[in-house]
């Protein structure tokens, strides 16, 4: 079993949906939690950051951690085209060695 | 201020040849990371540098060598390339120590023959 599970997708959603993407996790040890959003072709580049239980908001993008369920996700509100990206949960232990999900791509339709 | 750059972008290689990958970032953080991105496997850790002078083994160490050979750069060797291991290598960085976020250089993309 891996220590980091993401919800595989693909989605694909109508412009102005909200996306919810979600990642579980198995290590105890894991205390930092991160989104990266990675367009075709390109790095990854860091979304979010957050470290503790509860909900991180930044404009249209909400990371919720839930550490007693060791569940993670990523709300996108008002999905727009340009959010067309494959999203990476990326969970790290105290020594700073993060695990990456496997990544969900996700297609905004205009 | 670039950031994170690798070199090359690209690369063809012939199983057995030998090739170095080189990284380095302007951004003064103590860790660097190297990765490999497969279709649908995610990126897996290959070696890290949690700072200079150190280095540790990832999740796939086996057929790599790396080198930090200052703050900066963070190189890293295929001594006889495998069909395997072609792939998309990122080269990150990282604070290290009080904050993990990582950034990442735009990639290369190796295929070996």
């Known amino acids: 079993q891996k220590e980091v599970e993401q919800d595989p997708g693909p989605l694909s959603v109508p412009e102005g949906a909200i996306v919810s993407l979600n990642c579980t996790y198995s290590?105890?040890?894991?205390?930092?939690f991160m989104w990266y959003r990675q367009y075709s072709r390109k790095g990854p580049e860091l979304l979010m950051y957050?470290?503790?239980?509860g909900n991180k908001e930044d404009g249209r993008f909400t990371a919720q951690v839930d550490k007693s369920s060791k569940y993670i996700s990523l709300f996108i509100r008002d999905s727009q085209p340009s959010d067309s990206a494959t999203y990476l949960c990326?969970?790290?232990?105290?020594?700073?060695?993060?695990?990456f999900g496997d990544g969900t791509t996700l297609t905004v339709k205009p | 201020n670039a950031g994170v750059t690798q070199t090359p972008k690209f690369q063809v290689l012939k199983t057995g040849q030998s090739m170095t990958l080189q990284c380095a970032q302007d951004?003064?953080?103590?860790?660097m990371y190297w990765y490999r991105q497969d279709p649908g496997m995610g990126l897996r850790l290959i070696y890290y540098?949690?700072?200079?002078?150190?280095?540790d083994k990832g999740e796939v160490p086996n057929g790599y060598n790396v080198s930090r050979l200052n703050k900066r750069e963070f190189s890293l060797r295929l001594e006889s390339a495998a069909p395997s291991q072609t792939s998309v290598y990122f080269c990150?960085?990282?604070?290290?120590?009080?904050?993990?976020?990582?950034?990442f250089g735009p990639g290369t993309r190796l295929t070996v023959t």
């Open positions: 951004m003064n953080h103590n860790s």
């Open positions: 990326a969970i790290t232990t105290n020594a700073g060695k993060s695990t």
């Open positions: 957050t470290y503790s239980s």
């Open positions: 990150a960085s990282s604070k290290g120590q009080v904050t993990y976020e990582q950034y």
């Open positions: 540098s949690a700072s200079e002078g150190t280095t």
């Open positions: 290590n105890s040890a894991f205390q930092y």
